[in-house]
Nanobody, 115 residues
């Protein structure tokens, strides 16, 4: 499997931007897909964005057009660029590695959107 460490969370005003990073403990070249999930207080964890090792992406409707997921295999890192942030985007964001027979979660990074 793989260990994942998220970073880049913090406090941002509505309309602002953040870029989250997910650093993997080993090469992610052979991992089929990487994804970002988020969980707000009192809500279920939800898929935000996903990218396959072929570069195919999908996004939750709530973030489509505002968020961009990317992966840099050379750096063993996955990113989530978040633009035009809204208060409802506030949550703990988790990185997830998806393989055929296993999956691994990071510990999460807090994103707060407040004026």
């Amino acid at each position: 499997q793989v260990q994942l460490v998220e970073s880049g969370g913090g406090l941002v005003q509505p309309g602002g931007s953040l870029r989250l990073s997910c650093a993997a403990s080993r090469s992610i070249f052979s991992i089929y897909a990487m994804a970002w999930y988020r969980q707000a207080p009192g809500k279920e964890r939800e898929l935000v964005a996903r990218i396959t090792n072929g570069g195919i992406t999908n996004y939750a409707d709530a973030v489509k057009g505002r968020f961009t997921i990317s992966r840099d295999n050379a750096k063993n890192t996955v990113y989530l660029q978040m633009n035009s942030l809204k208060p409802e985007d506030a949550a703990v964001y988790y990185c997830y590695a998806e393989a055929v027979t296993w999956g691994s979660w990071g510990q999460g990074t807090q994103v707060t959107v407040s004026s």
